[in-house]
T-cell receptor, first 114, second 106 residues
Framework: NAGVTQTPKFQVLKTGQSMTLQCAQD?????MYWYRQDPGMGLRLIYY???????DKGEVPNGYNVSRLNKREFSLRLESAAPSQTSVYFC?????????????FGPGTRLTVT | DAKTTQPNSMESNEEEPVHLPCNHS???????IHWYRQLPSQGPEYVIH???SNVNNRMASLAIAEDRKSSTLILHRATLRDAAVYYC???????FGAGTRLTVKP
């Protein structure tokens, strides 16, 4: 049981390049989330998917798109990377979208945009 | 939106209890209070959560004020492995603040 997995672990992009961060969970969870964490800061919610087939914006969605490919997978796409998107990206999942369920986090993707 | 306020940092001695406070004065009646912690270079991990009553699990205890405007995470005997950033969040809000950085001294 791997929990939440993220690929890649590290990535360096040049300004304007695009890339997709992949996330998968094997816990049969309904809800999935993408956060970013800047140095010395807390996590900020980018997008979330309360259930398969739905996605909603979080606190900082600009510059990102998401796809809930199926129940297991939730990807985050940067269409034209900017230095301000240098951050650590965490994916998380939970059994349901309500406030009762705890979230399980992946190990993170460290992204640098030069 | 409801938000939480935590001290930036706290220190504790190993094997002593630690009380980590959190204020959430604008909490709504349906907001669950969750605590997570983040060890260095790792993703956050769930610690405990509650709604109104105090809660205990193998990791910690959560004491919730009667008016629900504040809560306290209690680590009964801190170990060096408990050194981390602790986040108090309201799950209806899904916002992580800067958290409290706990340092545990041997």
């Amino acid at each position: 049981n791997a929990g939440v997995t993220q690929t890649p672990k590290f990535q360096v992009l040049k300004t304007g390049q695009s890339m997709t961060l992949q996330c998968a969970q094997d816990m049969n969870h309904n809800s999935m989330y993408w956060y970013r964490q800047d140095p010395g800061m807390g996590l900020r919610l980018i997008y979330y998917s309360a259930s398969e087939g739905t996605t909603d914006k979080g606190e900082v969605p600009n510059g990102y798109n998401v796809s809930r490919l199926n129940k297991r997978e939730f990807s985050l796409r940067l269409e034209s990377a900017a230095p301000s998107q240098t951050s650590v990206y965490f994916c998380a999942s939970s059994e349901g979208p309500s406030g009762y369920y705890e979230q399980y986090f992946g190990p993170g993707t460290r992204l640098t945009v030069t | 939106d409801a938000k939480t306020t935590q001290p930036n940092s706290m220190e504790s001695n190993e094997e002593e209890p630690v009380h980590l406070p959190c204020n959430h004065s604008t909490i709504s009646g349906t907001d669950y209070i969750h605590w997570y912690r983040q060890l260095p270079s790792q993703g956050p991990e769930y610690v405990i959560h509650g709604l109104t009553s105090n809660v205990n699990n193998r990791m910690a205890s959560l004491a919730i004020a009667e008016d629900r405007k504040s809560s306290t995470l209690i680590l009964h005997r801190a170990t060096l492995r408990d050194a981390a950033v602790y986040y108090c969040i309201l799950r209806g809000d899904m916002r992580f603040g800067a958290g409290t950085r706990l340092t545990v001294k041997p």
